[in-house]
């Protein structure tokens, strides 16, 4: 019997979702502040299993891999999670994502992932968001292995530069918690798709509005806002209509600062879709 292997070709429509239709998925190139912004737990983890299958239509395959975490960088991940992809190999049939990482048995790597469905999660940016770690044979040091797009950073980690393309794990680990502890700032002039999930009434007249953008936003270099984003902020009635002011976005467990204005009709504000203009 014939082996069949399908490579399933990555295009550009997003970074951070992969469940599309035909098994296309993403490639869009991120900052190292992208990732880590766009992460909701970045962690060192060691492979320890891994088993592919079809999924329920018999459409495509999915591979779980099962890791030990010994160390987090952000979020809060438990010491043991599990990391679904796209493709693998199931009998005479393998498939693949075109520019997604193929996790090793037993690998060790530094992950910046985010909730898939369920209690799973997935790698942000396919290959961009997986870095192996490696005991260089020399020196006995732990080293990462940078992918292309992040060989700029090598002269900003301490410590780096040899071998050529790596950067020690220690500090690689300080370099992306520097980047986490700086936050996020939102920049001005930005316009954010919302769409208003619910309110909290916080008396007559007044309320407490929770929206989630909807669509995924790189305002900049260093910014990355993923499709249903949290955004916070106080709605007052006056005058007949609402008055909307919009003052947090929540990206993934960090919290902004914005400062933005609507106004709307009177009636429910739940499901209404609003443009947030960020002064």
């Given at each position: 019997m014939k082996t069949r292997v399908w490579v399933l070709a990555a295009v550009l429509v997003g970074a951070l979702g992969w469940t599309l239709p035909a098994l296309a998925t993403s490639m869009v190139s991120m900052s190292m502040e992208q990732l880590t912004q766009a992460s909701s737990d970045i962690v060192q983890a060691r492979v320890v299993a891994q088993v592919s299958g079809w999924n329920a239509t018999?459409?495509?395959?999915?591979?779980?891999?099962?890791?030990?975490?010994?160390?987090?960088?952000?979020g809060n991940a438990s010491s043991t999670l599990q990391v679904r992809q796209l493709g693998g190999t199931v009998g005479p049939v393998t498939q693949s994502i075109m520019g997604d990482v193929s996790l090793r048995p037993q690998g060790e790597y530094v992950l910046f992932l985010e909730p898939d469905s369920g209690s799973n999660y997935h790698v942000v940016g396919l290959s961009q968001g997986a870095y192996p770690v490696y005991e260089d044979a020399a020196s006995h040091d732990e080293r990462v292995v940078l992918p292309l797009s992040q060989a700029s950073i090598q002269g900003l980690v301490s410590g780096g530069g040899n071998p050529a393309g790596t950067v020690p794990l220690v500090g690689?680990?300080?370099y992306v918690s520097v980047i986490v502890g700086e936050g996020i700032r939102i920049p001005h002039g930005l316009s954010?798709?919302?769409?208003?999930?619910?309110?909290?009434?916080?008396?007559?007249?007044?309320?407490?509005?929770?929206?989630?953008?909807?669509?995924?936003?790189?305002?900049?270099?260093?910014?990355?806002?993923?499709?249903?984003t949290e955004v916070e902020g106080?709605?007052?009635?006056?005058?007949?209509?609402?008055?909307?002011?919009?003052?947090?976005?929540?990206?993934?467990?960090?919290?902004?600062?914005?400062?933005?204005?609507?106004?709307?009709?009177?009636?429910?504000?739940?499901?209404?879709?609003?443009?947030?203009?960020v002064r």
């Open positions: 018999h459409t495509r395959i999915e591979t779980i891999t099962t890791l030990a975490v010994s160390q987090s960088l952000k690689f680990h300080k954010l798709p919302v769409s208003i999930a619910y309110t909290e009434s916080r008396g007559t007249g007044r309320a407490h509005v929770y929206g989630k953008t909807t669509a995924q936003m790189f305002p900049n270099k260093t910014v990355v806002i993923p499709a249903g106080d709605a007052t009635l006056t005058g007949g209509s609402w008055t909307i002011h919009w003052n947090e976005v929540n990206v993934r467990g960090v919290h902004a600062e914005i400062s933005a204005t609507n106004n709307e009709s009177l009636g429910n504000l739940r499901g209404r879709n609003v443009i947030l203009n």
